[in-house]
């Protein structure tokens, strides 16, 4: 029997995602509705107020553009990484989120630095490498994609754009290659069938009871038509060892 992948889609691979994103939807408009401007809130590098952008800075977008072109990036990859990655998927955005916000506070120009393009990049950089350090065909196949939707993503790591922050792009990208060597071992694991002499150990012995020590029938006897698949298993198994 082939081997079947643990890859299993649930309710949280849509819903999660999902809530995430109309969490910062619900967020931007308050802030218009509201008249409040939360972009102090960002990480603002090498200032003690600032470390607080590192929790804050991913919920808090300049603009509806802004939002926009982040918004579908988020929901992709996250539902990306909740279904071929469940088990880790979690500590791969909560850490994320953190780690690249830690770093584009340490290496960040001093300015307020706001969006969840961070963690966008976090999980581009982690699904990308992680497929490949995987060489699991589907896992290869999901990099291959994050390549030919994201891959010009790449040049957005570098200062190539005035007031984008390039930092947190930067920051992202290296978070996400080190938790794909970190989380190397994490691999979808394919179900095991093993078929065992013991696991027909019952039928065995019923089966060899027809049998003296020389492998020979015993005519008085009779075989169980009721358990001819698991008969000819053993008689395989039988005969194998006797030759």
């Not at 977008?61 to 998927?89: D, T």
């Amino acid at each position: 029997m082939d081997n079947q992948d643990h890859f299993k889609f649930s309710n949280g691979v849509i819903i999660y995602p999902m809530l995430f994103v109309l969490l910062l939807w619900a967020i931007f408009w308050f802030e218009i509705r509201f008249g409040f401007d939360f972009t102090n809130f960002g990480v603002y590098p090498q200032r003690f107020s600032g470390l607080r952008g590192i929790i804050f800075s991913p919920f808090i977008h300049s603009g509806i553009e802004h939002l926009y072109h982040n918004s579908i990036p988020l929901f992709v990859l996250s539902a990306a990484l909740f279904y071929f990655y469940k088990s880790i998927a979690w500590r791969v955005l909560v850490f994320g989120i953190l780690l690249s916000g830690l770093l584009t506070w340490i290496i960040g120009r001093p300015a307020y630095h706001i969006g969840a393009s961070g963690l966008i990049y976090v999980l581009v950089s982690f699904l990308f490498f992680k497929g490949i350090i995987a060489k699991h065909y589907r896992l290869i196949a999901l990099s291959l994609l994050v390549v030919f939707l994201y891959g010009s993503m790449v040049w957005y790591v570098m200062p190539i754009k005035e007031g984008m922050s390039w930092e947190g792009h930067f920051s992202g990208m290296i978070v996400g290659i080190v938790f794909a060597l970190y989380f190397r071992k994490n691999l979808p694991q394919p179900k095991k069938y093993y078929w065992e002499q013991e696991d027909y150990k019952e039928e065995e012995d019923e089966f060899l009871k027809h049998f003296d020590e020389n492998g020979n029938f015993i005519e008085n006897t009779t075989l169980d038509e009721e358990s001819e698949e698991p008969v000819t298993k053993i008689n395989y198994i039988f005969k194998k060892n006797t030759d």
